[in-house]
């Protein structure tokens, strides 16, 4: 019989987890060791051509401190590691596999990486300065306050990756690794160039001033369309007819080849959007139309195995953005309980009725509710509004809501029941009218307990996603109206 050996480090699966074995390179001056494979190995210390270092392959080693100096680690593969506050200065790296490894604090100076593979890493706080990236595939990893600095590359290097505030100094790129990844932004390049094709084959280079969506020709990718409007405008703040199309589930299908890929797609767009979301880059309303995009792929339980495994997959991202659509409707919750009557709003524009009504037509259609009146309110002017239909006092807050970055939605709250209009009053109002009740969508599923400690509850319920948030609160807008909103709302009243 055949003992399983994947995903153990090479060890029969069951078997306990060997013994960590410290090496102080320091203290020796031989060769390591005479297998090929090292597993679960601690390395300090300075590498010497003497340890062969490039002779092994590691598995669940830490490099802890490691300072490595004109070594060949050509075809070196290392795989389930750690790399803390290490140093590599002409290294060969050529031909190396490095997979499911995380890097943190460490710099690469003057490192060959032609034909290297790095898949599924980790990056927080690398610094790459005149690196050889010729040939390089670094795809689906994550790369957190990295920086480049002088590196050379051949060809697009970077595929399906996060990045996150990482600074690109004198290098060059090809338009398409600004599409292929999620994150990079034109504002943390410093005379970089970017040019339409190979360095080994005919290409021109491109002005950053003459960029824009078209420049980049995809049109029929969704997804790459979301990382150029990223990179050119710096946050996801933004929206049209391109950014609508990006939400739009029917869209996604058509690209998708095969469930697995779009599985990681989609984990490496939520990753990026919540990213975004935390740096107040995107407003909540983005994040409630993926969050329901997710909704309908669990929803949807296909027969086929393949499907199925899809399912469950999206079921893990659907759970992780239901804490922060939690946090957009416990606020909802809170200002819809503490507001009057009418809504009472900061605006910008003249003391002007028409100039409102104007400029925010589609919302007051929408959400059934009129400009009341227009208050002088020392810069900005108060705008109120008033509902005239069933709930539009609520979906309107909703709407309101939904255009707010994450700072300001954790702000609003504050928004308290003006002097005139108490608790009382609007409670009496709702019992004698036969306007029907506001929905009831605050029996949450998952998310923050309502106790002082504010700690995290996951609850059975948000597995089986019955109904779309989106709908309810009527949500399914286009993003070019949330736009308009934040460019005419300042913030809500206290």
Request: hydrophobic share 40%; charged share 25%; proline share 3%.
């Amino acid at each position: 019989m055949t003992s399983d050996l994947s995903n153990t480090g090479g060890r029969p699966f069951g078997e306990p987890v060997p013994t960590v074995m410290v090496i102080d390179l320091d203290s020796t001056s031989n060769h390591l060791q005479t297998s090929t494979d090292l597993v679960n190995y601690t390395l300090r210390g300075k590498v010497l051509p003497a340890h062969r270092l490039g002779h092994h392959n590691f598995l669940s080693c830490v490099f802890d401190k490691v300072i490595a100096e004109d070594i060949d680690l050509s075809r070196c593969d290392i795989k389930d590691s750690l790399m803390k506050d290490c140093r590599f200065v002409r290294c060969k790296i050529n031909s190396a596999s490095h997979a499911e490894t995380a890097y943190v604090r460490s710099v690469f100076e003057e490192c060959d990486f032609k034909d290297a593979a790095l898949t599924n890493c980790e990056f927080r706080e690398v610094l790459f300065v005149r690196c050889h990236l010729s040939n390089l595939l670094t795809k689906g990893c994550r790369l957190y306050d990295c920086a480049f600095v002088d590196c050379i590359t051949e060809t697009h290097v970077f595929e399906s990756n996060v990045f996150l505030r990482c600074d690109f100094t004198r290098c060059e790129l090809e338009l398409r690794t600004i599409a292929s990844n999620f994150g990079l932004k034109a504002q943390l390049m410093t005379d970089c160039r970017l040019r339409d094709g190979r360095l080994t084959e005919p290409h021109q280079f491109v002005e950053f001033a003459t960029l824009d969506s078209n420049t980049f020709g995809n049109r029929d990718n969704p997804l790459a369309s979301l990382s150029v409007r990223y990179f050119l405008d710096g946050n996801l703040l933004g929206g049209n007819r391109e950014v609508d199309h990006v939400f739009d589930v029917k869209n996604w299908i058509q690209f998708a080849r095969q469930p697995a890929s779009l599985t990681q797609l989609v984990e490496q767009l939520t990753e990026f959007l919540i990213n975004t979301y935390e740096n107040d880059e995107v407003n909540v309303h983005k994040i409630l139309l993926l969050h329901d995009i997710t909704r309908q792929i669990v929803s949807d339980r296909g027969g086929e195995a393949a499907t199925h495994r899809a399912s469950i997959s999206f079921g893990g991202i659907h759970l992780a953005l239901s804490r922060f659509v939690e946090e957009y409707l416990a606020t909802l919750q809170e200002v819809t309980r503490n507001s009057p009557q009418s809504i009472h709003l900061l605006a910008d524009g003249p003391l002007s009725r028409s100039f409102f009504e104007e400029h925010l037509r589609e919302f007051l259609v929408h959400c059934d509710v009129v400009v009341s009146d227009v208050r002088p309110h020392n810069s900005p002017v108060e705008l109120i509004l008033s509902e005239i239909g069933p709930n539009g006092r609520f979906y309107a807050l909703a709407l309101l809501l939904a255009s707010f970055v994450r700072f300001e939605l954790r702000a609003a709250p504050a928004a308290k029941v003006r002097i005139g209009h108490s608790r009382k009053k609007n409670k009496q109002r709702s019992k004698s009218s036969s306007v029907p009740a506001v929905p009831e969508f605050f029996e949450i599923t998952c998310g923050l307990s309502s106790d002082e400690q504010r700690a995290y509850e996951l609850r059975i319920k948000s597995i089986l996603p019955t109904t779309s948030i989106v709908v309810d609160l009527r949500l399914a807008v286009s993003t070019r109206l949330i736009r308009n909103l934040r460019e005419v709302i300042i913030r809500l009243l206290k």
